[in-house]
């Protein structure tokens, strides 16, 4: 990876064979409009996961990842896009309460940090980005940590 900011999330089966793969940049979003950077706060944003066969087991593994990751980095943010099927999604969200994360759908400003490339590509942006260190309007379902009681 050129950018310090990008992971891939690998998930592999019992044999060790990789079965879904997703980009993940680690970044910041706010709420659309909010141009003094209140609701500003850390996110992963997630690309939808390819692979030969995204079934119901292998979303649910990625998902949980994800969402672990998400707590071991105090619990920021997940954002995905529209690209993710209505399946997906539901397996998604199942793993997120688990893990005390509720979605919110809506539209965002996501920021788009300085990058080694002189272009990238985004499905969840809608393709190629060639501008940098900016916010990009974004419809999408974030996942945010749900307050504990205390």
């Known amino acids: 990876m050129a950018d310090g900011n990008k992971r891939l999330l690998n998930v592999r089966n019992s ?10 940049k680690l970044t910041k979003q706010r709420d ?28 649910r593994a990625f998902a949980g990842t994800l969402f672990r990751k998400a707590d071991e980095m105090g619990g920021v943010s997940v954002t995905l896009g529209k690209d993710f099927s ?3 999604m539901r397996v998604i969200t199942e793993e997120a309460e688990k893990h005390g994360y509720r979605p919110r759908e809506g539209t965002f400003q996501v920021h788009i ?5 002189a272009y990238e590509y985004s499905d969840s942006l809608g ?11 974004y419809t999408g379902i974030t996942f945010e940590k749900a307050p504990t009681r205390g």
Not at 36 to 56: A, F, N
């Open 15 to 24: 044999e060790g064979v990789l079965v879904a793969r997703s980009m993940i």
């Open 32 to 59: 659309e409009g909010d141009y003094e950077r209140k609701t500003e706060r850390p996110t992963m944003l997630v690309e939808r996961p390819y692979g030969p066969s995204l079934s119901d087991v292998v979303v």
């Open 86 to 88: 209505a399946d997906m």
């Open 113 to 117: 940090p300085q990058s080694a490339n």
């Open 127 to 137: 393709g190629e980005i060639r501008y940098f260190d900016t916010y990009h309007s």
